[in-house]
């Protein structure tokens, strides 16, 4: 029996952030789950979680600001998201 991966099987990294406005937990997902739940792009998302936006914030003067988290980078195959992305437009 060959072992390793079946032809065609692919893995995709995702990464996760877990989203904060001020110091209150919000929620947890993908750069793109995370956007569609704010309404702003994924690289939006992605630039929240940068050093560089996290110091711009420190100076705001206006209320809570949005931060994202890396969480982390997870290996998932294109089957699992398939079935995740169904989940979600079950909701």
């Known amino acids: ?22 110091d209150e937990f919000q929620f947890t997902g993908t750069a793109e789950e995370c956007a569609a739940r704010l309404g702003v792009k994924p690289e939006t998302v ?3 979680a940068t050093e560089s936006y996290r110091k ?3 100076n ?11 969480v982390g980078r997870w290996e998932q195959n294109e089957e699992n998201l398939c079935q995740i992305n169904h989940q979600e437009n079950a909701r």
């Open 56 to 58: 711009r914030m420190e």
């Open 60 to 70: 705001a003067k206006f209320g809570d600001t949005i931060v994202a988290v890396n």
């Open 1 to 22: 029996m060959a072992r390793g991966r079946p032809k065609g099987y692919k893995l995709q990294k995702v990464t996760e952030y877990a989203i904060y406005i001020g």
């Open 46 to 48: 992605q630039w929240y």
